[in-house]
């Protein structure tokens, strides 16, 4: 709180999703792990193909969470607001484990 009550611009709280990226030696093997990836609740997982062969599949989790919280050095938001969003990123967290 003390470093967001000093801040001059703007501030937002950002929490990234999962990302696991995996090299497979064929196609096939890259939508066994998609479809699994899917069934396991990465709905935004992907196949890409590169220019020269290179297949990669990308595992990837919908949990995230971007929220402003200050504008222009103005706090927009109170403690207790900032203190749920924390929890509520550590509950994604768990969830990416």
């Not at 069934?39 to 990308?58: L, Y």
Request: aromatic share 6%.
């Amino acid at each position: 709180m003390t470093a967001l009550e000093k801040a001059t611009g703007d501030v937002v709280f950002k929490f990234e999703p999962f990302v696991l990226h995996v090299l497979c030696q064929e196609l096939q093997d890259a939508q066994m792990l998609h479809s699994v990836a899917v069934d396991s609740g990465f709905r935004n997982s992907g196949i890409t193909v590169g220019r020269g062969g290179k297949i990669t599949m990308a595992v990837r989790s919908t949990h995230c969470l971007e929220v402003p919280l200050s504008h222009k050095g103005r706090l927009m938001v109170s403690e207790e607001y900032i203190e749920f969003l924390v929890h509520v990123a550590n509950q994604k967290m768990e969830e990416n484990v």
